[in-house]
């Protein structure tokens, strides 16, 4: 079976950092169809970072998308983290072909 599984979240304070990091499994897969989706309460979600280096305007300067440290991992830096950026963080493999997505993990930052 195909896992994507997400880790990193929690709570921060405005102008702190996080360090998102999906881990796939059971999925043989183009590091660059790897992206990072959020969703926050009453939006719909959003792209927020897609290999290898494309960012939505939000996050721009602040957000990395880089293949981790381990074997066939994402990360995602959060670095000046806003209010605003609060959201379940999701991971996702899109292909023509595939579309997997993580359990997603809770963002939350303080003002």
């Known amino acids: 079976q195909v896992q994507l599984v997400e880790s990193g979240g929690g709570l921060v304070q405005a102008g702190g950092s996080l360090r998102l990091s999906c881990a796939a499994s059971g999925i043989i897969f183009n590091i660059n169809d790897m992206d990072w989706y959020r969703q926050a309460p009453g939006k719909q979600r959003e792209l927020v970072a897609h290999?290898?280096?494309k960012y939505a305007d939000s996050v721009k300067g602040r957000f990395t998308i880089s293949r981790g440290n381990a074997k066939n991992t994402v990360d995602l830096q959060m670095n000046s983290l806003k209010p605003e950026d609060t959201a379940v963080y999701y991971c996702?493999?899109?292909?023509?072909?595939?579309?997997?997505w993580g359990q997603g993990t809770q963002v939350t930052v303080s003002s």
């Open positions: 290999m290898p280096q």
């Open positions: 996702h493999i899109g292909t023509s072909r595939v579309n997997y």
